[in-house]
């Protein structure tokens, strides 16, 4: 046993560095194709930004580093202990669990970032950490995971936490974090590219898109949700939408 507890925390950290390289892999295709994306559809939008976008890709390649070391801690505690829920049977778990599974991690995460992120806009929190974020103005695609390493952290360990109480398939999983890392890029654009009659539909109203969190950006005191706008509207701090 203690013959394999040093390999065994060595692997670990092999799994911690190899998810770091992943998540900023990751990070670097999806806003690297969405910046792409938007010099072709809204050619010059970002012209003027190229310290902000610097600036941004040095703190989000910080923030993967610290996302990685949770990610692959989980990825070895599944492959190599059976640690977590995490299943790859499809047999193991009714198949309705499947989408009620991606509904319940989406929003868990998005009420753990709700109230982090309005935590994170308390004035001494603010000064100290989730100002980075906001030094993103106007946001970019490049800005998703533009992250002082406090604020890093507390967006780090939510998933990983998640794994170890309700049970999800490993695709499901990479769906999730498929749908993490596109809304986070696509809400901070600076740009709508989703259609007018979905975001103006009564769907539209509880998903939030670049023109919900823009105004985020712009007011700072409202609109403080990742997926869904249900914490916005139950707490009161739903402003609409911006014209970015």
Same mark, same amino acid.
Request: hydrophobic content about 50%; charged content about 10%; overall charge positive.
């Given at each position: 046993?203690?013959?394999?507890?040093?390999p065994?925390i060595?692997a670990a950290?092999?799994?911690? *560095?190899?998810? #770091?390289? *992943?998540?900023?892999?990751r990070?670097?295709?999806?806003?690297?194709?969405?910046?792409w994306?938007? &010099?072709?559809?809204?050619p010059?939008?970002?012209a003027?930004?190229?310290?902000? *976008?610097?600036?941004?890709?040095?703190w989000?390649l910080?923030?993967? @580093?610290?996302y990685? !070391?949770?990610? @692959?801690?989980v990825a070895?505690?599944w492959?190599?202990?059976?640690? #977590?829920?995490?299943?790859?049977?499809?047999?193991?778990?009714p $198949?309705?669990?499947?989408?009620?599974?991606l $509904?319940?991690y989406? /929003? $868990?995460?998005? %009420?753990? /970032?709700y109230? %982090?992120?309005?935590?994170?806009?308390?004035?001494?929190?603010?000064?100290?950490?989730?100002?980075?974020?906001?030094?993103?103005?106007p946001? #970019?695609?490049?800005?998703?995971?533009?992250?002082?390493?406090?604020?890093?952290?507390?967006g780090?360990? *939510?998933?990983?936490t998640?794994?170890?109480?309700i049970?999800?398939?490993?695709?499901?999983?990479?769906?999730v $974090?498929?749908?993490?890392?596109?809304?986070?890029t %696509?809400n901070?654009m600076?740009?709508?590219?989703?259609?007018r009659?979905l !975001?103006?539909s009564?769907?539209?109203?509880?998903?939030?898109t670049?023109?919900?969190?823009?105004?985020?950006? &712009?007011?700072?005191?409202?609109?403080f949700?990742?997926?869904?706008r249900?914490?916005?509207?139950i707490?009161?701090t739903?402003?609409?939408?911006s014209?970015?």
């Amino acid at each position: 046993m203690a013959d394999a507890f040093g390999p065994g925390i060595a692997a670990a950290w092999i799994s911690a *560095i190899a998810m #770091t390289a *992943i998540v900023g892999l990751r990070y670097l295709v999806a806003s690297g194709f969405f910046a792409w994306l938007t &010099e072709r559809l809204r050619p010059g939008r970002y012209a003027l930004l190229g310290p902000q *976008i610097g600036r941004e890709i040095r703190w989000s390649l910080l923030s993967a @580093g610290i996302y990685g !070391v949770p990610a @692959g801690i989980v990825a070895w505690g599944w492959q190599q202990r059976g640690w #977590t829920m995490i299943y790859s049977d499809i047999d193991a778990w009714p $198949l309705w669990w499947l989408p009620l599974s991606l $509904l319940a991690y989406l /929003f $868990l995460h998005d %009420t753990w /970032f709700y109230w %982090t992120h309005r935590w994170m806009h308390r004035p001494r929190l603010f000064r100290l950490a989730h100002a980075v974020h906001h030094d993103s103005r106007p946001p #970019t695609a490049w800005a998703a995971m533009s992250f002082h390493p406090i604020e890093a952290v507390t967006g780090a360990v *939510i998933i990983p936490t998640l794994v170890f109480f309700i049970p999800i398939h490993v695709a499901v999983l990479g769906l999730v $974090l498929v749908v993490m890392t596109v809304m986070g890029t %696509t809400n901070h654009m600076g740009w709508e590219m989703f259609p007018r009659r979905l !975001v103006h539909s009564r769907l539209g109203n509880w998903l939030i898109t670049a023109s919900h969190h823009h105004r985020h950006h &712009e007011h700072y005191q409202c609109n403080f949700g990742l997926y869904f706008r249900f914490w916005d509207h139950i707490c009161g701090t739903d402003r609409g939408l911006s014209s970015p």
